[in-house]
């Protein structure tokens, strides 16, 4: 499966409806500064987004709707937490997905339905014999496109800091947490629960905040009547562990943070890490069309 067109309609400089087709694979946006390249990942982003008319519509065009349409090509079955969109499954084995700030009441089974701009949309070409095809809801305003694609942006201007982030929504994030499951399995992190249970437990910090239980609980007895307070430190989340995480590159035996290397190092290791993850997430087809990069000015190499 793969993005195969996007069409915009009045979105920034795009005035009036223009397509862009795709093929499988790695594709390349070539132009002049302004010409556009970058609009096309803002509109891959308001379809995921949570979005304003005004931010988006071409100037001079304030009147009408602005849109954005994906059209997903090679459509295998959809199955799992993916059948409720089998049905939006097109004739050609496509599913497409519209955006827009144009406001519409729909028939949608038994109920009537307002879609506007927060509103994602699919289209079903095989309604009932009484209502035509139609782009429809299925589940929820925003929930379509997040469940059937998952664009990262690469941005010229990446800050380091966004690169090192290792949150699970971010690609770094992504790549480490897709390594960590054996671990979490392991008996060094079994150890590591124990030991923070020593630490944090009754016999550990615990110990020095018994005066202050004692005190809050009294005063809150003084309110409420007779009254406990316990302090209580659970073990953290293995992605919130992950979370604190950096990196450092290591040339001619010396160490350093990633973030205090020139642009060029930085750049060239996003670059390193965006095709590691997109090569695991290619075999494992974790998700319908596991992660689309979009890399704005790509360096020479």
Not at 18 to 46: E, S
Not at 258 to 274: H, P, V
């Amino acid at each position: 499966m793969y993005i195969k067109s996007i069409k915009l309609t009045n979105f920034k400089s795009f005035m009036g409806e223009h397509i862009i087709h795709f093929k499988p694979g790695v594709n390349y946006l070539v132009g002049n500064n302004n010409a556009g390249k970058t609009t096309i990942f803002d509109a891959f982003n308001f379809m995921i987004s949570t979005v304003k008319k005004s931010d988006y519509i071409s100037k001079g065009y304030e009147s009408e709707s602005v849109s954005v349409e994906i059209c997903l090509a090679n459509v295998d079955e959809l199955k799992g937490s993916l059948a409720k969109y089998e049905d939006y499954r097109t004739s050609k084995n496509e599913l497409i997905l519209l955006k827009t700030s144009k406001e519409t009441n729909i028939k949608q089974g038994n109920k009537k339905v307002n879609m506007n701009i927060k509103t994602v949309r699919l289209w079903n070409e095989q309604t009932k014999e009484d209502v035509p095809a139609q782009f429809e809801n299925p589940v929820g305003v925003a929930n379509v496109a997040t469940a059937l694609f998952n664009p990262q942006f690469i941005y010229a201007d990446l800050h380091n800091e966004d690169l090192q982030d290792f949150g699970t929504t971010k690609i770094t994030g992504k790549l480490i947490s897709s390594l960590t499951n054996d671990f979490i399995e392991s008996q060094e992190f079994k150890a590591l629960k124990d030991a923070h249970n020593a630490a944090f437990g009754k016999d550990g910090v615990n110990k020095y905040l018994g005066s202050t239980e004692e005190e809050l609980g009294n005063r809150l007895s003084e309110q409420f009547g007779s009254s406990k307070v316990h302090f209580k430190f659970n073990f953290p989340a293995a992605t919130d562990l992950f979370k604190k995480g950096t990196i450092d590159i290591e040339e001619n035996g010396l160490r350093t943070d990633a973030s205090n290397k020139g642009n060029g190092m930085q750049r060239a290791l996003a670059l390193a890490i965006i095709q590691l993850v997109a090569e695991r997430t290619s075999k494992r087809q974790a998700t319908l069309l596991g992660m689309q990069f979009l890399i704005d000015e790509i360096p020479a190499s």
